[in-house]
């Protein structure tokens, strides 16, 4: 892979996330050298202000903005839909890093794809498209990427909501051939140790640094790792015994 600065990459990368609902505008978000540009039906479109902006049933906002060639622009997006599903994302270091989705509670058991099925049980997670039976959570990362990963790929441009440039269609993009990388591997012995350091045990972390060579993305794992962590911590329901005063 290459982020949007032109540093090569072993590993795969997001580099747009693209959403919509039957009824409404197609909103994409595409990582580049000063910021997330936004695409609304395949239209380049200028967020003037932190104010939202209604497009057709869904609004997209500015969540955070950062510095890109010394300019303040938008590091982060979110869009909500009227449907109740909301899409954020994130770019930093070159790339999309974070990208949540929440959904209203009409859609428990609704949902299929590579988030899984949204019914707060982790064991159906991975099932492939157009099967009955979720592979185990415990199978490979080979086996996940061939046989649940590889099955929702897009086999052509007339399945995609992506905007493609005339420089580089929807072939450039398509390549179910590749094979990635499925553990860490170092060719580097100071950087392997760095990676130690700062990771610890977790392989997320010690992959992406492995993968690209860079500790800060490495740094940024952990970073977000805590922080999906916390989220889902604080989604937890409390439950108090005997009852809550006053939801304490």
């Known amino acids: 892979a290459e982020n ?32 997330i540009q936004l695409l609304i039906n395949g239209l380049v479109v200028e967020l003037g202000s932190s104010i939202p902006e ?11 903005v950062g510095i890109f060639g010394g300019e303040e622009r938008a590091s982060t997006l979110g869009a909500v839909f009227t449907s109740g599903v909301y899409v ?6 070159g790339f999309l ?15 299929r794809g590579l988030l899984g099925v949204y019914n707060k049980d982790s064991s159906d997670d991975l099932l492939p498209r157009n099967a009955p039976i979720p592979l ?17 790929i897009i086999n052509n441009e007339a399945e995609s909501l992506f905007t493609y ?8 993009y398509y390549y179910p051939g590749y094979t990635p990388l499925f553990e860490a591997v170092f060719s580097d012995s100071t950087l392997q140790e ?26 940024a794992t952990i970073e977000q790792v805590e922080f999906i962590d916390n989220v889902t911590d604080l989604s937890l329901p409390i439950v108090c015994n005997p009852s809550c005063v006053r939801g304490a």
Do not use: M
Not at 97 to 111: G, Q
Not at 141 to 147: M, N, S, T, W
Not at 165 to 172: C, N, Q, R, T
Not at 203 to 219: N, Q, S, W
């Open 54 to 64: 209604e497009f057709n049933n869904v609004i997209v906002s500015i969540r955070k």
């Open 4 to 35: 949007v600065f032109g540093d090569d990459f072993l590993a795969t990368v997001f580099s747009a996330i693209v959403a919509k609902q039957n009824d409404s505008d197609t909103v994409e978000f595409r990582s580049t050298p000063i910021g």
């Open 97 to 111: 890093c974070v990208i949540t989705a929440s959904l209203h509670p009409v859609y428990i058991n609704s949902t």
């Open 136 to 152: 185990p959570l415990n199978s490979t990362l080979e086996v996940i990427h061939y046989y649940f990963g590889l099955t929702w």
């Open 165 to 172: 440039p005339p420089s580089a269609g929807f072939e450039l």
């Open 88 to 93: 954020e994302v994130k770019q930093d270091n």
């Open 194 to 219: 760095q990676a130690e350091e700062i990771c610890g045990s977790d392989d997320r972390c010690l992959f992406d640094i492995a993968t690209t060579g860079r500790i800060e993305i490495g740094i």
